[in-house]
């Protein structure tokens, strides 16, 4: 028997997506200062807003169409953070496993907001 979802904070996506952005954070202090007003900072808000579109989501929810979109912002922001990824690697500011560790869980991200997508209707059902 499943348990019934009470918060965003209990969807497993929004779990791995917030785990992983902690990730970033920890793993972007070692980048050089040079980067703090760009890389850094970019990363770290990309990563951040995969969690918080799902939140917006989330509260969205008895909007079909919202519930979609704010989505789509999600993994759109998933896909900035893969970019970003990748300029991290070229930087050497991350190494290969990392990158592929970290771009890895955000194709699982991604496969899950689109599973999402797809079943919309069973999040976006009222109680009443």
Request: glycine share 0%; with cysteine.
């Amino acid at each position: 028997m499943k348990s019934k979802i009470a918060s965003v904070r209990d969807l497993e996506v929004y779990k791995i997506a917030f785990d992983t952005a902690m990730e970033i954070f920890y793993i972007s202090k070692k980048f050089p200062i040079e980067e703090k007003f760009s890389l850094v900072d970019q990363i770290r808000r990309s990563s951040r807003s995969v969690c918080t579109n799902l939140a917006e989501a989330w509260r969205k929810r008895r909007y079909k169409a919202v519930f979609v979109n704010k989505l789509t912002d999600a993994s759109q922001e998933a896909a900035e953070t893969q970019t970003w990824l990748e300029f991290s690697l070229e930087c050497n500011y991350i190494d290969q496993k990392m990158f592929e560790q970290l771009d890895e869980q955000y194709e699982h991200i991604f496969a899950m907001l689109i599973t999402m997508e797809r079943k919309a209707e069973s999040f976006c059902k009222t109680e009443g």
